[in-house]
């Protein structure tokens, strides 16, 4: 039997009769890979009540009884009172905050699974970096079409390898989300909370630029390693970077975003770790592939057996260009070269050669919008909070 958590379950208390904020948030994370047992950690170092769930049984064992993570962040210790079960609905009971740290092609099943017994007031954040494969959707989306209605939901984005996290080693992260008083008070508390475990946590309410960097930049990793592979040079992987910078931005103003959202930790931040490291799983992977002569299409698989997000970001996003007439010249590279339909040198010589599009930033089309609350991109006054900026657009 696991401890109850104090008073009854948050998803049998009605939505007007909770308290917002309360005296240390709560926190569940839905996935015990290596982000979600990092995030899990730092939420604990933080002094914040922590469960973690994990689908295998043997995992959350582990977790509870040797205080690591031996299948995904070996030889690391997790500090003392992180909570672990496989037991999804005992997790979710009185959070106060939700991280889904689970891939993005299976945020929607855990999703619909765990929507019954999500407390009602839970901030709902998507920690996965992608879109949805076969609907294109953001991870917003998938969130909201599962949670019930009203549930507040965001993005939890930014340069974070699990590993310096779970260590305490300073990290700036961004959450996007729509502005939702009750749900800014929740995310102003946790980010005053992680400070305590060297996170430092920007509010941004551009919540479609946080998720397109996210979903865009391993992809960009994986052709930085191409580069790499095939002894293009220092210069190459640059403007290749350049390169996917744009395709960034093309893809936020068309789906209703703001560019320069792409100037935070979640944009530039996290493509500079991702595409510059070696630690990078997405860039390993990339210089397998550019070190191949040939390479039969399939499930890609990293050093360590597991699909990269890259991979899977670079076919997914085949679906919102299609449906924006867009073409995202990096993506399609990675999508050729994982295909099969071409080698990553030529591959690569398409991306460096093509023109980059001068003409200025503009809505390609109506935005996707987070909700009907939501009107067009507006720059705001920043509303400057204790360890905070938030970025406030103003609310058609």
């Given at each position: 039997?696991?401890?109850?958590?104090?008073?009854?379950?948050?998803?049998?208390?009605?939505?007007?009769?909770?308290?917002?904020?309360?005296?240390?948030?709560?926190?569940?994370?839905?996935?015990?890979?290596?982000?979600?047992?990092?995030?899990?950690?730092?939420?604990?170092?933080?002094?914040?009540?922590?469960?973690?769930?994990?689908?295998?049984?043997?995992?959350?064992?582990?977790?509870?009884?040797?205080?690591?993570?031996?299948?995904?962040?070996?030889?690391?210790?997790?500090?003392?009172?992180?909570?672990?079960?496989?037991?999804?609905?005992?997790?979710?009971?009185?959070?106060?905050?939700?991280?889904?740290?689970?891939?993005?092609?299976?945020?929607?099943?855990?999703?619909?699974?765990?929507?019954?017994?999500?407390?009602?007031?839970?901030?709902?954040?998507?920690?996965?970096?992608?879109?949805?494969?076969?609907?294109?959707?953001?991870?917003?989306?998938?969130?909201?079409?599962?949670?019930a209605k009203g549930q507040p939901v965001g993005m939890l984005a930014g340069p974070s390898f699990a590993d310096?996290?779970?260590?305490?080693?300073?990290?700036?992260?961004?959450?996007?989300?729509?502005?939702?008083?009750?749900?800014?008070?929740?995310?102003?508390?946790?980010?005053?909370?992680?400070?305590?475990?060297?996170?430092?946590?920007?509010?941004?309410?551009?919540?479609?630029?946080?998720?397109?960097?996210?979903?865009?930049?391993?992809?960009?990793?994986?052709?930085?390693?191409?580069?790499?592979?095939?002894?293009?040079?220092?210069?190459?992987?640059?403007?290749?970077?350049?390169?996917?910078?744009?395709?960034?931005?093309?893809?936020?103003?068309?789906?209703?975003?703001?560019?320069?959202t792409l100037f935070r930790s979640s944009g530039v931040g996290d493509l500079f770790l991702t595409a510059s490291?070696?630690?990078?799983?997405?860039?390993?992977?990339?210089?397998?592939?550019?070190?191949?002569?040939?390479?039969?299409?399939?499930?890609?698989?990293?050093?360590?057996?597991?699909?990269?997000?890259?991979?899977?970001?670079?076919?997914?996003?085949?679906?919102?260009?299609?449906?924006?007439?867009?073409?995202?010249?990096?993506?399609?590279?990675?999508?050729?070269?994982?295909?099969?339909?071409?080698?990553?040198?030529?591959?690569?010589?398409?991306?460096?050669?093509?023109?980059?599009?001068?003409?200025?930033?503009?809505?390609?089309?109506?935005?996707?919008?987070a909700s009907s609350g939501q009107g067009a991109a507006h720059d705001g006054g920043a509303v400057r909070v204790?360890?905070?900026?938030?970025?406030?657009?103003?609310?058609?």
């Amino acid at each position: 039997m696991h401890p109850r958590n104090r008073g009854e379950s948050a998803a049998h208390v009605p939505h007007a009769a909770r308290t917002p904020v309360r005296e240390p948030l709560e926190l569940a994370v839905l996935g015990a890979g290596s982000w979600g047992t990092a995030l899990a950690a730092a939420s604990r170092r933080a002094g914040l009540p922590t469960r973690l769930w994990s689908r295998r049984p043997d995992v959350a064992h582990a977790i509870r009884t040797t205080g690591s993570n031996p299948r995904h962040l070996p030889g690391i210790g997790l500090p003392e009172g992180l909570q672990a079960s496989d037991d999804l609905e005992w997790v979710l009971q009185g959070a106060d905050v939700v991280l889904f740290a689970v891939p993005c092609a299976a945020l929607r099943e855990l999703g619909e699974v765990a929507s019954a017994a999500l407390p009602r007031h839970a901030l709902v954040l998507a920690t996965c970096k992608g879109v949805e494969p076969g609907s294109g959707k953001l991870m917003t989306q998938v969130l909201r079409e599962v949670c019930a209605k009203g549930q507040p939901v965001g993005m939890l984005a930014g340069p974070s390898f699990a590993d310096e996290v779970v260590r305490g080693l300073p990290t700036r992260l961004t959450l996007g989300m729509s502005v939702h008083p009750p749900a800014v008070a929740v995310a102003r508390q946790l980010a005053g909370a992680l400070r305590a475990a060297s996170i430092e946590l920007e509010l941004c309410d551009d919540e479609i630029g946080v998720q397109v960097a996210g979903a865009l930049k391993n992809p960009v990793a994986i052709a930085c390693g191409m580069a790499s592979a095939q002894g293009l040079g220092e210069n190459a992987r640059a403007a290749i970077v350049a390169r996917g910078l744009d395709d960034m931005r093309r893809l936020t103003v068309a789906l209703g975003g703001r560019g320069e959202t792409l100037f935070r930790s979640s944009g530039v931040g996290d493509l500079f770790l991702t595409a510059s490291s070696s630690h990078s799983r997405n860039t390993r992977l990339g210089m397998r592939l550019g070190a191949s002569a040939e390479h039969r299409a399939g499930a890609p698989a990293d050093d360590a057996g597991e699909l990269t997000e890259g991979a899977s970001a670079s076919q997914a996003l085949a679906v919102l260009e299609r449906r924006l007439q867009l073409e995202l010249q990096v993506p399609r590279a990675v999508r050729d070269v994982l295909s099969g339909r071409c080698s990553a040198g030529r591959a690569l010589k398409r991306v460096l050669e093509q023109p980059i599009d001068e003409a200025p930033a503009g809505p390609i089309r109506p935005g996707l919008h987070a909700s009907s609350g939501q009107g067009a991109a507006h720059d705001g006054g920043a509303v400057r909070v204790p360890g905070v900026v938030w970025n406030h657009r103003a609310l058609q």
